[in-house]
């Protein structure tokens, strides 16, 4: 059974840090691009940051410099680090491992709260 399980969010200040965690299970996590996503109350989810399974980063347009994707694959395990926190960064963050055709893995999230 495929598991992804979020953890590390939380209540933080505004120009505050996190790290969210994702832990893989029941896959042969190496294989695999990872993600972030973020749900923002009202909105949709949105793609905040990916990992190709050789490393390769990329980020959405108010992530970069501010956020960083990294990957163990010892661990099976995923992180996000997130500095200088902003409002706009509230929303629940989810865990994605795309399998093709349009479909993929998810976690079921995270709440990440930036208020002061």
């Known amino acids: 059974q495929v598991q992804l399980v979020e953890s590390g ?5 505004p120009g505050g840090s996190l790290i969210l965690s994702c832990a ?3 896959i042969f996590f190496s294989i695999y691009d990872m993600a972030w996503y ?3 109350p009202g909105k ?3 793609l905040v940051a990916a990992i ?5 980063t990329n980020y959405e347009d108010s992530a970069w410099g501010r956020f960083s994707i990294s990957r163990d694959n010892a661990k099976n395990a995923v992180y996000l680090q997130m500095n200088k926190l902003k409002p706009d960064d509230t929303g629940i963050y ?7 055709n349009g479909m ?7 709440q990440v709260t930036v208020s002061s």
């Open 94 to 100: 989810y865990c994605n491992a795309p399998i093709g």
């Open 44 to 46: 949709q989810r949105e």
């Open 9 to 13: 969010g939380g209540l933080v200040q």
């Open 104 to 110: 993929a893995y998810w976690g079921k999230g995270t």
């Open 52 to 56: 190709t399974t050789d490393g390769r």
């Open 38 to 40: 973020r749900q923002a």
């Open 24 to 26: 893989a299970s029941g």
